[in-house]
């Protein structure tokens, strides 16, 4: 046989609807597979949620009281 008579033989198998339906199947057997074996689970983002409501702070029972103009004067010389 000569080239000529094999090229109607070729043309023949490649139209064949068994064949396309098989390679079709094949290139998504391959395609999940690597999907498969490249697989990663990414890391979760973190949810954005309200901030927690921070207590208020404890008021200061005492208050500190202002020396007296003579006071201030004798404590800063003491220094």
């Keep these: ?10 043309l ?3 139209k064949d609807f ?4 098989t390679v079709i199947v094949m290139i ?3 395609q999940f597979a690597k999907y498969v074996t490249t697989y990663r ?7 954005k949620g309200k901030a ?6 404890p008021k200061e029972e005492k ?3 202002k020396p007296a103009e003579g006071e201030a004067a004798a ?3 003491s220094k």
Excluded at 1 to 8: A, C, L, R, V
């Design 1 to 10: 046989m000569t080239i000529k008579e094999y090229i109607p033989v070729i």
């Design 12 to 14: 023949g198998v490649l």
């Design 18 to 21: 068994r064949v396309i339906g």
């Design 28 to 30: 998504l057997v391959i």
């Design 41 to 47: 689970k990414k890391p979760p983002k973190p949810k």
């Design 52 to 57: 927690p409501k921070q207590a208020p702070a």
């Design 63 to 65: 208050k500190e009281e």
């Design 75 to 77: 404590a800063e010389g």
